[in-house]
């Protein structure tokens, strides 16, 4: 069993876990979503998670995914981000190393950017009471394309009010 199957198994243990103890039920359709967003990497939304559902040939309704995520959140198998805007974004909770996001404040793109332990040794022994599972950074700015295209505008509104 490799790497990924383990991680899927220990997710859906887990969720298995979450369920009886909340007295949920256990339908295929918890399980395949579960499956499906820990097959993917990356940040999702609720429209992009349905459509590479349906792409994949799984019916799923909305109100099942939505529904799924409350629970795939209140276990802890999902992390919400808010990037700004209206769009929620989400990702896996596990098998993710800790990373950076940096957030254009023009365009709403999102990149990860891979970190090292920001804490050091020091740090750990002043939070040795406290079990760190991940942390991620919001870095917000503008990112290279918006920036040329402000000074790109900003240059021909210049020439226009001459």
């Not at 700004?84 to 993710?96: L, P, Q, V």
């Amino acid at each position: 069993m490799d790497g990924s199957q383990k991680l899927r198994k220990q997710v859906k243990d887990e969720f298995m876990q979450y369920l009886s103890d909340h007295k949920h039920r256990k339908t295929p359709e918890r399980f395949a979503i579960l499956d499906h967003i820990y097959n993917t990497k990356g940040h999702f939304d609720m429209d992009s998670l349905y459509k590479s559902m349906v792409d994949v040939n799984f019916r799923v309704s909305r109100a099942t995914l939505y529904n799924t995520i409350e629970l795939l959140l209140d276990c802890g198998l999902v992390v919400k981000h808010q990037f700004g805007g209206n769009i929620s974004k989400y990702e896996r909770a596990y098998g993710n190393e800790n990373h950076d996001h940096i957030i254009c404040t023009s365009c709403g793109e999102v990149w990860e950017s891979k970190n090292g332990n920001l804490f050091t040794p020091a740090q750990q022994r002043k939070i040795k009471k406290f079990t760190v599972s991940y942390y991620s950074m919001y870095i917000y700015g503008i990112c290279s394309k918006c920036s040329h295209a402000r000074k790109v505008a900003l240059k021909k509104l210049k020439k226009e009010t001459k």
